[in-house]
C-alpha cells in the first residue's frame, strides 16, 4: 500500500489533492508544531485583479509550541472571518459551472460551529475528497504520535503507522534529504508524484497555477473536476 502524508492546509491546491487520490493511506500531519509560514490556515483564491488570499484567524494557547490540532480560531477578535471568505468566494465564482453544486456544501461547513481549528480543516478535506470522488483511508499522526527526528526516521515511521509498504513524494519533496538505500534496507520504497497542473477556463486571460483547488472546483461541473483531479497526475519509480 503507497502512504502518503502531509501537513494539513486551508482548501488545499490540487496538487495537494492529486497526491491523496493516487495514495491508499493518506496520513494528516496533525500533530506538528504550528508555523505562520505556509498554507496551513491560508490560501488563495482569484478576484478581478489576480490572487486574493483568504486567512483563518487562529490562536495559539501554547505559543510558539502550540501544534496544529491544539490551533483555536480566533472567533473574537474576528467573528467574521468566515463569512468574508463566502462572500469572497461567491462574488468572484457565482458563474463558474460548479458553483451551485459545490458551494453549499463549502457554506455548511464554514458557517458551522468550530471552535478547534483542526476540526474544521478535517472535515473540508473530506468534503472534498467526496466530491470528487476520491476514497482513500485517513489516518491522523497523532493516533500514534508518529514522528521523527531526521526525514528518513520520519518516512518509516509514516509507513509503518499507517500500515503501508511504500511512501509518496509529493512535488517539492527531495530525494537528497531522504535516504533512499536506508528506507529499503527496512523493506519499503520511495515513489514520486510526477504532476502536471490542469488547465482550464479561470476568470483571468493568463491561466494561474498553484491556487485553492476550489478554484478548479467552481469553474468546472462535478465531473470536469473529477476528471481533471485524477488525469493529472500519476507515480513515478525512483
Known amino acids: 500500500m503507497i ?25 494528516i500531519m496533525d500533530n506538528m508544531v504550528y508555523t505562520n509560514k505556509g498554507f496551513i490556515n491560508r490560501n488563495r483564491i482569484l478576484n478581478a485583479r489576480g490572487i486574493q488570499y483568504l486567512t483563518v484567524p487562529l490562536l495559539k494557547p501554547y505559543g510558539l509550541l502550540t501544534k496544529i490540532n491544539e490551533l483555536l480560531i480566533d472567533t473574537k477578535t474576528r467573528s467574521n472571518w468566515n463569512a468574508k471568505h463566502l462572500r469572497g468566494i461567491r462574488h468572484n465564482y457565482a458563474k463558474g459551472k460548479g458553483f451551485c453544486d459545490f458551494f453549499p456544501r463549502l457554506e455548511a461547513l464554514l458557517t458551522g460551529k468550530h471552535d478547534r481549528y483542526f476540526d474544521l480543516q478535517f472535515a473540508l478535506i473530506k468534503m472534498i475528497l467526496s466530491y470528487l470522488e476520491i476514497e482513500v483511508k485517513i ?73 485553492s483547488v476550489i478554484d478548479l472546483i467552481l469553474n468546472n461541473t462535478r465531473e470536469e473536476s473529477i476528471a481533471l483531479i485524477k488525469q493529472s497526475g500519476h507515480i513515478k519509480k525512483i
Open 3 to 27: 502512504v502518503s502524508a502531509h501537513q494539513p492546509h486551508y482548501l488545499p491546491w490540487t496538487g495537494y489533492i492529486n497526491k491523496i487520490y493516487l495514495s491508499d493511506v493518506f496520513m
Open 139 to 211: 489516518v491522523l499522526a497523532s493516533e500514534n504520535n508518529t514522528g521523527g527526528i531526521k526525514e528518513t526516521e520520519l518516512i518509516e515511521r509514516i509507513i509503518q503507522d499507517a500500515g503501508g509498504d511504500s511512501m509518496l513524494l509529493g512535488l517539492g519533496a527531495s530525494t537528497k534529504y531522504v535516504d533512499v538505500g536506508y528506507v529499503k534496507e527496512k523493506g519499503y520504497d520511495i515513489v514520486l508524484q510526477n504532476f502536471t497542473h490542469p488547465i482550464y477556463k479561470q476568470k483571468g486571460e493568463l491561466f494561474i497555477e498553484g491556487v
